[in-house]
Nanobody
Framework: QVQLVESGGGLAQAGGSLRLSCAAS????????VGWHRQAPGKQRELVAR???????VYVDSVKGRFIISRDNAKNTVYLQMNSLKPEDTAVYYC???????????WGQGTQVTVSS
């Protein structure tokens, strides 16, 4: 059973940066897309960024120009570089493997990101 483990969350000041990592226990990212999602208190979980198995990338409008998603298949790891952080980026961030219909099929446990103003 493949597992996903997120890391890299923590506390940052507004304008700062954090890099999240999503490590898989198997070679799954080379054949599946991966999405980074986040859920703030009292809000629905939302897709933040997605990278497909062939390298296609999409971002939610609120993070365009600030966040960068990337993938290292050799390390079975997907990253989310978050720059120019804002307090509204505060949330639990989850990575998820997606099937060919872009539906999440496997989730990590999440990592907390808190941005102070």
């Amino acid at each position: 059973q493949v597992q996903l483990v997120e890391s890299g969350g923590g506390l940052a000041q507004a304008g700062g940066s954090l890099r999240l990592s999503c490590a898989a226990s198997g070679s799954i990212f080379s054949v599946n897309g991966v999405g980074w999602h986040r859920q703030a208190p009292g809000k629905q979980r939302e897709l933040v960024a997605r990278i497909t198995s062939i390298g296609g990338i999409v971002y939610v409008d609120s993070v365009k120009g600030r966040f960068i998603i990337s993938r290292d298949n050799a390390k079975n790891t997907v990253y989310l570089q978050m720059n120019s952080l804002k307090p509204e980026d505060t949330a639990v961030y989850y990575c998820a493997v997606e099937n060919r219909f872009l539906v999440p099929t496997l989730w990590g446990q999440g990592t907390q990101v808190t941005v102070s103003s």
